[in-house]
């Protein structure tokens, strides 16, 4: 059976200007079969199915068509037959493509109108919104070195610590000695003592100087 509830979606759906003047089926329409299929899209899109040109469920037929979208069913039914002529659209029981016809619902009956394009995006998207719930695209896997944000390593934060220790530059106590003082902390501590140093040592070049 097919699920007649509606679907929450967008009121409105993406228009490809480029691929709609591109479309060479399309263009070997007359203009008015490309306003009947702009009208047809319409409903496609509202259908619960989407994609799939079905009023409630149900098949519309040319006069139902005709009274839905303000035309007559005498000039309806040659326009619908020039969009099929033209292969615009794909018809279920009829011959489709392969990836097409995977998508075509279980239980979808004979004889509905639907656009290919309208059917793959909306596979896509389901792809897409799917992945995206598992946390991206499954076939991707994390890089060996942790990817932007690894976690800490703590064998590295142990070396760390042993060389803070060991080397111990500028006479600075150990974290031994003084357990309250982060590594941040004593880092910042060994920037002021080489900056003094450095002050040092410019002050000794210029009295040097002025001596000579």
Same mark, same amino acid.
């Given at each position: ?20 003047? @591109? ?9 008015? @079969? ?13 259908? @619960? ?38 292969? &615009?659209?794909? &018809? ?26 309208? &059917? ?33 390593? @703590? ?58």
């Amino acid at each position: 059976m097919v699920d007649r509830r509606p679907e929450k979606r967008q009121p409105w759906m993406k228009w490809h200007t480029r691929d709609w003047r @591109a479309d060479v089926p399309l263009r070997m329409c007359s203009y008015a @079969a490309r306003g009947l299929w702009v009208d047809l899209l319409s409903l496609m899109h509202e259908s @619960a199915t989407y994609g799939f040109l079905l009023v409630e469920g149900v098949i519309p037929t040319v006069r139902q068509l005709a009274g839905l979208l303000g035309g007559s069913e005498r000039k309806i039914k040659p326009l619908l037959m020039e969009l099929g002529k033209a292969n &615009v659209y794909s &018809v279920t029981g009829k011959p489709m493509p392969e990836d097409v016809e995977a998508l075509v619902p279980t239980g979808m009956p004979d004889g509905v109108i639907f656009s290919r394009r309208m &059917v793959r995006d909306k596979a896509k998207a389901d792809c897409d919104r799917n992945n995206g719930g598992l946390g991206g695209n499954p076939g991707l896997k994390p890089p060996a070195n942790g990817g932007v944000n690894p976690q800490a390593n @703590a064998q590295r934060a142990e070396v760390r610590e042993q060389m803070f220790d060991e080397g111990r530059p500028n006479g600075l106590p150990s974290e031994e000695h003084h357990p309250a003082v982060p590594i941040a902390a004593r880092e910042g501590l060994e920037g002021h003592a080489r900056d003094a140093v450095q002050a040092m040592v410019f002050d000794l070049a210029a009295k040097k100087r002025a001596q000579q």
